[in-house]
């Protein structure tokens, strides 16, 4: 039986290409040869093509919409609008934050670009001229686009469908244009502290509105089969599950006669998750016209429509002592929601694990309100390369631990160090109520500084500052520190759903006869490598290699159930969930082997591949022996065949964490910031597969660079929404991108079933604090304490120039 | 506005169809011959996931109509690959080298990196990057782009050396 | 983003271009290398009924540098422009600032007469123009006519260029021999219009300046020839203080838009800005 060719441990190992080695991708072969099969490459016969009349109004009333000349255009087939959807009740949907939202506007509508009508057509060129030509009537009302005036007295009233609820989703309502009022941590204790304190440090930090603007838009091809009654939907799906089970319950239409397959998604960041008119448009046009619709956005669509995020107002206090100990935090949030509230968090959470926001440090005591409001803008809300609001928290907290920093004169270094959590306090309670599950925040801080030669760099900015003094460069350097700790992983079904599904994730597999197998999950990868990692995690529980495991996700009916995605989830979630399928199918495969080997189940151990007698390695059955066994002998007491699935509901959330040091120089006359040096050190605990994990941090640093650097979407008084194109919306291009420099620890973490944390969204949740504070380092020996994002080039001049450093002549040195 | 007899050559092959003139050619491309490689990923000539080879040049297949075009010789990421089905250089280098993530920027990404390479066969990382340029990726922070591109340029010239 | 419908002529000569623009009317427009025209039609800004293709018209292309004088045929390509050794050394600054125009791709179809024609006070070779005090050879109906690009540029895609006439080339006096030349400019990022941009041309003798050109981009309604700033610079040593008033004079005369580059104080001290770094590069370009 054991005729192979004996091979070492080491090569045995090699061949599974399982954790911890940087496995090529197995996705690439179709990408790299224009194979991809994305929603837009999908093509089905007598397929239509829906495209959106669009409001040029922030706010107003419709007075009439006229199709007849739409209707006109050949190759039209139909135009809805909110009267054809209402009979269907279809005119509204459900938001995921317990709001509805208008699927076509109703009577009102409520931001520019707001979805107004669905023009159906053969193609999208008859679309978009009948787009052309629908008449629409607007009395324009009042725009208000500042959230601080929200919910002032005499403010307009935007939702007039809830203007007279007082109680929301998530508690009572104050204003009309209230969403919710959000509160964690002891605020008496908060209070007592500050008002105690030797030091006491405040800042307004603004974290502005961005958008995740992955390369492919938002769209589906909605397919109905009146025969069998049957709804498909392809599309770009961060969460199909979660889609299907929302389109059941908004549609109607029985679960099991919907099916929701997420093809290759061109990247997410976020911007997937939430449910879109769009998608609901296609369904209904595919339901009345009886074939198959596709909806696509283009780009402007896409930045001014289908999800932002940020646009949180961080009012900060934070109370130390003088020797630079932090004893207290407080915090109030201005959330701006846009005119629905279609934020994408778990249920109980409408301000995400903003609660996270004492960050890395061991702070005492710590009170956060988040106050939410309507405003004339997109809705969304969603996390943009982040965990729920982390990036938010983080950013809040890094910079105020740096404002409390040059309030005492201390280094920035030196301050989080003497603040850290220790590695003996973990698993850490924090003072805003989460459990922090492992981590090593002074290694990783010696490690990065050391690495960086950060006294170096300190005392390199002295005689540059000296030298700026002299007048012999116009420049200034910039060191920024940060340290972040995420939370991800949503997470433990007692406290964490989505519209009441619990955010637990799934792994089904099946091991072929001859020693291969499928692999099937709940999560859809967007770029992350899933088909290459998820087999490696598989690769070390069953011993088959790899390459001979084939990962499969996003189609509804074959796919087990699992909330999708984003957040960092799909490998502290589902990747958990695989390990645990995995060992199922160990803890069988130790029966076979045990029935062929004809011992006793506990005289075997697992060595790699295989199992083996205890102290009798040379009798062993391999798993691919196993795997035709279990189909071909009719072992007493077991089932024939070898599959498993398991649902993982996790103990807890994982909490990666990292030190990241940015160097930049500040070219004073013009405000053009060089970044210099970045330097990125990750702890995600176990390493699956460090290839992926240094591409991840390189993507999420390129995110944080443009959200930090230049990334924008502003409205104006009039309500017209600004940077809503790649002219304005900042994505850096291979030259303003620098070289980055990554390092890392390991911190496992200790309930995950192989120690892993997650990490694709670290980088932009330490990256953004990490600019941010190089480019305030800058000017700190200047008196600033804190500027805005984004850093671009006028703001940077402008703070230049508020500090007396733009006298004129401004010829280069 | 009648449709227009449209003949060119795409990937090596004589193709014809008939077209508005105001259809992009990248929807020409994608919708009537089926070479989905190409997206569309900005509407403004901005992202460069567009991007094919027309008469010797990189363009944006999104910001040219099929009536410009008519006539041509295009090549699209799904002519890259020689005869015998054997991968570019190129394509190898962006797999071996995590040149990509979401993949959805890959193909305009290859087909630009393969016009730059003729433009210049060993370019400099800044050289890459300016020649780059007018392709944004999401995902990869495109070191692994640069890296790839570098490794591709070299194993091309140790290629032509071989072959010499 | 779906253009309009059109009807597609693609002539041959460049009179049979002339004579479509004047059968066809004021709904047609001539097209190059698209790169102005196909945005704007894609947002239905501009919606012709005919475009006029001028790829095959063969007499529009080409370079030509012959006895102190270049000419350059309107559908000559940025890309074009940068490979031409003889331009790059008869006139350096046209390759500076083409490799500073949008990226590759853009580059390779985007055609210098476009770029000049088209009267986007955001595009860069009109400042590069009249800095270089170049004249455009425009064709119509009723022949052919020289306008020296400093009285071309009228307002916001507004120019001199009347109905039925087609640039068709671009004639520049090359430069003195040893002149200094620099286009900078600042951008968002690749791709991006000029937040400031300045041309400028020097020549020196016996370290006093001789002859000045200064032009500025995107900080007004139509590129700026800076005259002031060129009187300022004529006759100095190209010292601190006459840098000072070349820039401050380029100030003076900016209006910048106020948009997502930075409000209009910021801009009008970056055109400063770039005015005294273009006059450093110039001056130390300057044989």
């Not at chain 1, 040029?56 to 054809?84: F, M, Q, Y």
């Not at chain 3, 009249?130 to 895609?157: H, M, S, T």
Request: with cysteine; net charge negative; charged share 20%.
């Amino acid at each position: 039986m054991n005729a192979e060719t004996p091979i070492s441990l080491e090569q045995r190992k090699d061949k599974l290409q399982g954790l911890g080695c940087s496995r090529k991708r197995v996705e690439d072969a179709r990408f790299t040869q224009g194979k991809g099969n994305y929603v837009d490459d999908i093509k089905l016969p007598g397929m239509l093509f829906g495209d959106f009349v669009r409001s040029p109004i922030g706010h107003g009333r419709i007075k009439s919409i006229n199709k007849e000349a739409a209707l006109a255009v050949p190759g039209v087939k139909a135009v809805l609008t909110a009267d054809d959807l209402r009979p269907l009740g279809l005119h509204w949907m459900p938001t995921l934050a317990g709001d509805v939202q208008a699927v076509l506007a109703d009577e009102k509508v409520l931001f520019q670009n707001q979805e107004v009508a669905f023009v159906v057509a053969e193609d999208r060129y008859a679309a978009a001229d009948g787009v052309e030509l629908v008449e629409v009537e607007y009395e324009d009302l009042p725009p208000l686009v500042d959230p601080f005036k929200a919910m002032e007295e005499g403010a307009p009233t935007l939702r007039e469908d809830i203007a007279d609820k007082t109680e929301g989703a998530h508690g009572p309502r104050r204003h009309p244009n209230h969403i919710f009022t959000w509160e964690a941590g002891d605020q008496a204790a908060t209070e007592q502290a500050l008002a105690g304190a030797e030091v006491v440090a405040e800042e307004m930090v603004s974290y502005q509105r961005v958008h995740p603007c992955p390369l492919e838009t938002c769209g589906c091809v909605a397919s109905m089969d009146k025969i069998n009654g049957k709804l498909t939907i392809w599309g770009t799906f961060q969460a199909p599950h979660a889609v299907r089970t929302v389109a059941s319950l908004i549609t109607k239409i029985p679960e099991h006669n919907i099916r929701i397959i997420s093809p290759d998604i061109g990247g997410g960041f976020g911007n997937k998750v939430g449910v879109y008119p769009g998608y609901i448009c296609s369904a209904v046009a595919s339901i009345v016209l009886g074939v198959p619709v596709k909806w696509i956005e283009d780009r402007m669509e896409n930045l001014s429509t289908t999800a932002f995020a940020r646009d949180y107002h961080m009012t900060g206090r934070i109370a130390a002592t003088r020797d630079g100990r932090i004893t207290g935090l407080w915090c109030h949030v201005l959330a701006d929601h846009g005119a629905f509230d279609a934020c994408a968090d778990p249920t109980k959470f409408p301000a995400g694990f903003f609660n996270i926001c004492t960050g890395s440090y061991d702070i005492p005591t710590a009170y956060v309100a988040v106050d939410g409001v309507y405003t004339n803008k997109a809705p969304g809300g969603v996390a943009y390369r982040c965990s729920f609001r982390v990036t938010e928290a983080s950013y809040f907290i890094e910079r105020m631990v740096d404002v409390l920093a040059r309030k005492l004169d201390m280094d920035p270094a030196e301050i989080r160090l003497k603040n850290f959590i220790r590695k003996e306090q973990f698993p850490y309670t924090s003072a805003l109520g989460w459990e922090y599950d492992s981590g090593d925040y002074e290694t990783a801080m010696d490690k990065a500084l050391k690495t960086v030669d950060y006294q170096g760099l300190r005392a390199e900015q002295k005689a540059a500052r000296e030298a700026f003094q002299r007048g012999e460069t116009r420049k200034l350097m910039g060191v920024g520190v940060a340290f972040f700790t995420e939370i991800v992983g949503a997470g433990p079904v007692k406290n964490c759903d989505i519209l009441g599904l619990g955010m637990f994730d799934s792994c089904e597999i099946r091991i072929h006869p001859t020693g291969s197998a499928i692999a099937r999950l709940g999560t859809i990868s967007q770029g992350q490598g899933h088909a290459t990692t998820f087999a490696q995690i598989l690769a070390s529980e069953i011993g088959i290699p790899a390459e001979d495991i084939t990962l499969e996700e996003g189609d509804t009916d074959t796919a087990p159930y699992g909330l999708g995605t984003y957040g960092s989830r799909s490998t502290p979630v589902a990747g958990a969930a695989t390990a645990m399928a995995g060992r199922k199918i160990r803890a069988k495969a130790q029966m076979i082997a045990a029935y062929l080997l004809e011992v006793h189940d506990g005289d075997l151990e697992w060595e790699v591949d295989r199992f083996q007698v205890k102290g009798n390695p040379e009798r062993h059955k391999t798993m691919k022996e196993i795997a035709f066994a279990a189909y071909n002998q009719a072992i007493p007491g077991l089932e024939p065949g070898l599959e498993a699935v398991s649902y993982y509901d996790p103990p807890n959330m994982t909490y990666p964490f990292g030190a990241y040091v940015c160097v930049v120089d500040i070219d004073v006359d013009t405000g053009v910031t060089e970044i210099r040096r970045f330097y990125a050190l990750d702890d995600c605990g176990t390493r699956i597969n460090p290839m992926i994990i240094e591409g991840q941090v390189h993507g999420g640093l390129t995110e944080a660079l443009a959200i930090a650097m230049g990334q924008e979407i502003t409205y104006d008084e009039d309500g017209n929404v600004h940077g809503g194109s790649l002219m304005d919306f900042f994505l850096p291009t291979a030259v303003e991108t620098p070289t980055w420099e990554t390092d890392w620890t390991e911190t496992p973490s200790p309930h995950h079933p192989i120690g892993a944390k997650g990490v694709g969204e670290s980088p932009n949740v330490g990256g953004v604090s990490a600019f941010s504070n190089a480019v305030n380092d800058a000017f700190a020996h200047l008196g600033l304490t804190h500027t805005q994002m984004p850093h671009d080039h006028w703001r940077v001049w402008q703070t230049a120039q508020r500090l007396g450093l733009t006298g004129q002549p401004a010829a280069a040195e | 506005m009648s449709k227009m007899h449209v003949k060119m050559t795409v990937n090596g092959s004589q193709v014809e169809g008939l077209a508005e003139p105001r259809t992009l050619l990248i929807h020409f491309l994608r919708e009537q011959l089926g070479l989905t490689g190409p997206h569309i990923g900005c509407d403004t000539s901005h992202c460069g996931a567009c991007t094919v080879d027309l008469d010797g040049k990189s363009v944006k297949s999104c910001t040219l109509f099929v009536a410009q075009a008519n006539g041509a010789e295009v090549t699209t990421i799904e002519g890259l690959a020689a005869a015998d089905g054997s991968l570019h250089p190129l394509q190898e280098a962006f797999r071996e080298h995590h040149g990509l993530q979401c993949g959805f920027c890959t193909p305009g990404m290859i087909t630009r990196a393969y016009r730059l390479l003729q433009e210049n066969p060993t370019p400099s990382d800044e050289e890459i990057r300016f020649g780059m340029s007018g392709n944004l990726c999401r995902c990869t922070g495109y070191q692994n782009i640069v890296k790839a591109i570098r490794a591709a340029a070299a194993e091309m010239a140790a290629g032509k050396e071989a072959a010499e | 983003m779906i253009p309009g419908a059109f009807d597609y002529h693609r002539p041959r000569t460049l009179d049979e271009a002339i004579s479509l623009l004047a059968s066809l009317g004021e709904e047609s427009r001539v097209v190059a290398g698209g790169h102005s025209l196909i945005p704007m039609m894609k947002l239905r800004m501009a919606v012709p009924e005919h475009l006029i293709d001028l790829r095959e018209v063969a007499e529009l292309r080409g370079i030509a540098v012959e006895g102190g004088q270049i000419t350059i045929g309107a559908m000559t390509t940025q890309q074009e422009v940068i490979g031409s050794e003889e331009l790059a050394s008869a006139c350096p600054i046209l390759r500076e600032a083409a490799l500073q125009i949008a990226d590759p791709q853009i580059r390779s179809l985007g055609t210098l007469g476009g770029n000049v024609a088209n009267g986007d006070p955001g595009n860069d070779m009109p400042a590069v123009m009249q800095a270089l005090d170049a004249a455009f050879v425009l064709r119509g109906p009723e022949g052919e006519r020289e306008v020296v690009a400093r009285a071309f540029y009228e307002g916001p895609f507004t120019t001199a260029l009347g109905e039925g006439e087609v640039l068709a080339a671009i004639r520049i006096a090359a430069p003195a021999a040893g002149h200094g030349w620099a286009y900078e400019k600042q951008k968002r990022k690749i791709g991006d219009y000029a937040t400031a941009a300045a041309a400028v041309l020097l020549e020196l003798e016996g370290g006093t300046c001789r002859k000045a050109s200064v032009a500025l981009t995107n900080v007004g309604d139509t590129p700026l020839h800076a005259a002031d700033a060129e009187a300022a610079l004529v006759g100095s040593s190209l010292d601190a203080a006459a840098v000072e008033a070349a820039a401050a004079a380029a100030r003076a005369i900016a209006e910048p838009a106020e948009d997502g580059r930075g409000p209009r104080a910021f801009r009008v001290h970056l055109t400063g800005v770039m005015v005294a770094r273009a006059i450093e590069a110039a001056k130390r370009r300057a044989g």
